[in-house]
C-alpha cells in the first residue's frame, strides 16, 4: 500500500522518521472537515504519523527496526470525529458549553479583537482590564472606542486573554523543534513488547498539560498502553466538562509543588517516569526545575515534549494562548471570514488537536529511537504549517465518501462525571471512561 500524501511526509520528516516509510500510510473514507485551509490533509497527517510512530515504536520493542514497522490505515471519518471530540461530548446527556459569553469576536474601532474567558479568573481579568460589567454588551462597548492592539495589550497586562485579529499570517514557526535528539545510551531501555500489547505498554508518562492539546496527545499515549497520570495544582481547577472530554487514558492527581511533601512526591514520580509531556509557557515550569534542560540533566533517559502557544522564540513566547486566538492572531481568522467580513474560525480546533497528535507522536518516535531527549511543538507552528506547508490531497489518495456521518465513532460509558457519549480515538476506544479531575493518587501504576 503507498501514498503520495504530502503532509504525512512533511510531518514524519519533522519528526525524524526513516525517509520512505510514510508511504506506509494510507487513507479511507470521507471527512467532515472542509475548510478555505487543508484542514483536512493535517488532521489526517497528525493521525497518520502517530500511527506509523506507534507500528514503528511496536517493531521496535518486537526485536525488529523502522523498517519492520506494519501499514497504518487511517479512516477519514474517524479522525474528522476525533477532532471535534468536545463538540459530541455528552455529560448525563447535557452538552457542554463550548465558550462562554465573554469568549468571542468583537468589534474594535479598528478592526477585530477575539477574546477568550471560559476559566472564571481569565473572565475577572478580561472586565477588570475594560473596567466594566462582566456582560457582552458592556465588553462590546468597551472594545469599540479601542484599537485592537490597544485592547489585545490592556487585557493581556491584567492577565486576561484578547487578541487583535491578524489580517496576514504570522512568521514561519517550525513544526517540531529537537532540542536535543534521541541518545539511545541515555535512555531507558523498554522491555520487549507482549504479542497483542499495546505498542507503549509499561511506558510512564507524567502528564503536566492543560486544555486540549496537551491532554489530547497524553489520552492518546494512554490508549497506545502507556501509563499516564497527570499532575496539576490544586488552585488552578479544570473545567469538568473539559476533563470529561480528554480525562480518558490517564489518572488525575492533585500536588502543590510550593509544599515539600509534595515536591517529594513529584520527584519520586520524576524517578520513574519514561516520559514527561508539558503544556505551559515558556520558562513556566523552569522555575520549578521542571524545563526541559533541567529535567534532562537529572534524569537523561527522559523523553521530555513540551508545547506551548505562540512558539518558543520571539516577542509572544511567552504569553498565554489558546487555539482559537492562535488562529485570530496568525491570519487564520481573516482567511475564513464571512462574505460581510467578520472573522471565520476553522471546522474545528484542528491547531490543539492536531498538536497533540503530533506530540504523541514525537513521544512515540523517540522512545523508538532509544528516548533521552527533547523535542518541543507550539500551536502557532502547526498553524504555520497549515497556512504555507500542508498540500492539498489528490483524489488518487482518498476519494470522499458519500457523505459524513459521526456516529460510527460516537460511543457511550460510565466516567467519574456520570454517563458519557464520546468520540472514540482514531485508534480504538479506551477501556474506561474518566475518573473526576483531581481524585487519583499521585502514584505509578504496579508495572
Known amino acids: 500500500m503507498a501514498t503520495r500524501d504530502g503532509g ?10 526513516a ?11 470521507g471527512s467532515g472537515l472542509e475548510s478555505p485551509l487543508p484542514v483536512r490533509e493535517l488532521a489526517r497527517a497528525a493521525v497518520g504519523v502517530c500511527g506509523l510512530a506507534a507500528a514503528e515504536l511496536a517493531a521496535v520493542r518486537a526485536g525488529g527496526t523502522a523498517l519492520d514497522a506494519a501499514p497504518v490505515v487511517v479512516d477519514e471519518g474517524a479522525v474528522a470525529t476525533a477532532f471535534v471530540s468536545e463538540r459530541h461530548l455528552r455529560v448525563e446527556d447535557r452538552a457542554p458549553v463550548a465558550f462562554a459569553p465573554l469568549s ?38 468597551a472594545l469599540a472606542r479601542r484599537s485592537a492592539v490597544e485592547a489585545q495589550e490592556l487585557v493581556y497586562a491584567e492577565g486576561g486573554l484578547a487578541v487583535a485579529v491578524a489580517q496576514e499570517y504570522g512568521e514561519p514557526q517550525p513544526l517540531v523543534e529537537w532540542v536535543r535528539r534521541p541518545d539511545p545510551g541515555r535512555g531507558r531501555v523498554l522491555g520487549p513488547g507482549e504479542p497483542g500489547e499495546p505498542p ?9 498539560t492543560r486544555v486540549i492539546a496537551g491532554p489530547v496527545a497524553t489520552r492518546t499515549l494512554g490508549l497506545l498502553g502507556a501509563d499516564v497520570l497527570r499532575i496539576d495544582p490544586p488552585g488552578l481547577p479544570e473545567a469538568d466538562d473539559a476533563y470529561a472530554d480528554t480525562g480518558f487514558g490517564k489518572r488525575s492527581a492533585l500536588l502543590d509543588l510550593a509544599r515539600a511533601d509534595d515536591r517529594a512526591v513529584l520527584e519520586g ?25 533541567e529535567l534532562l540533566e537529572r534524569w537523561p533517559g527522559l523523553v521530555v515534549a513540551e508545547l506551548c502557544a505562540w512558539g518558543w522564540r520571539g516577542p509572544w513566547a511567552g504569553r498565554r494562548g489558546f487555539d482559537s486566538l492562535v488562529q485570530a492572531g496568525y ?26 497528535y503530533l506530540v504523541a507522536a514525537g513521544v512515540l518516535r523517540a522512545l523508538a529511537d532509544g528516548g ?5 511543538f507550539s500551536l502557532a507552528g502547526t498553524a504555520s504549517w497549515l ?26 460509558g460510565n466516567s467519574g462525571y456520570g454517563k458519557l457519549r464520546y468520540a472514540a480515538s482514531p485508534f480504538g476506544d479506551w477501556l474506561r471512561g474518566p475518573s473526576r479531575w483531581g481524585t487519583d493518587p499521585a502514584a505509578w501504576l504496579r508495572r
Open 200 to 208: 507503549a505498554t509499561g511506558v510512564r508518562v507524567l502528564d503536566l
Open 8 to 17: 504525512t511526509a512533511q510531518a514524519w520528516e519533522a519528526l525524524g522518521g
Open 372 to 376: 533521552g531527549c527533547a523535542l518541543r
Open 331 to 356: 491570519g487564520i481568522a481573516a482567511r475564513c471570514a464571512g462574505a460581510e467580513g467578520e472573522p471565520g474560525v476553522l471546522p474545528a480546533q484542528a491547531l490543539d488537536h492536531g498538536t497533540g
Open 269 to 293: 514520580l520524576l524517578a520513574e517516569a519514561d516520559v514527561v509531556v508539558s503544556g505551559y509557557r515558556p520558562g513556566a515550569l523552569a522555575r520549578y526545575g521542571l524545563g526541559s534542560e
Open 104 to 141: 468571542g469576536f468583537w468589534r474594535a474601532a479598528d478592526g477585530w479583537v477575539r477574546t477568550h474567558a471560559n476559566y472564571p479568573h481569565h473572565e475577572a481579568a478580561l472586565v477588570r482590564a475594560l473596567g466594566v460589567a462582566a456582560s457582552p454588551e458592556a465588553v462590546r462597548e
Open 387 to 412: 497556512v504555507r506547508d500542508v498540500p492539498r490531497a489528490g483524489a488518487e489518495v482518498s476519494k470522499p465518501g458519500p457523505g459524513y456521518d459521526p456516529e460510527p465513532w460516537l460511543r457511550e
Open 19 to 29: 525517509g520512505g516509510l510514510a508511504e506506509r500510510v494510507g487513507y479511507r473514507g
